[in-house]
């Protein structure tokens, strides 16, 4: 039990950071950290919904996985003491 406890901190906290960071990628409506990585330019350029729809996609996916990750953890630690 001491094997999944730990990969599931692991995937909690690598999912943790990468949902923070594509978070702060979603184009913002008035300029953000998404225009620091060149979204301002490429709005501004007419650029395509499929990179940001692909983007979205991919965010409920990790929220997804993060939450899953969170309600495992609490189930080992729950159950842990019986």
Known sequence: MDILEFVMQVVLGITSLLL??????????????????GGGMSSAMGSSGLAERN??????????????????????TKFQGI
């Open 55 to 76: 983007l979205n996609r991919f965010t409920v996916v990790l929220a997804l996985v993060w939450f899953v990750a969170i309600v495992a953890l609490g189930l080992i």
């Open 20 to 37: 923070t960071l594509l978070i702060l990628l979603h184009k913002g409506r008035g300029g953000g950290l998404s225009d620091m990585f």
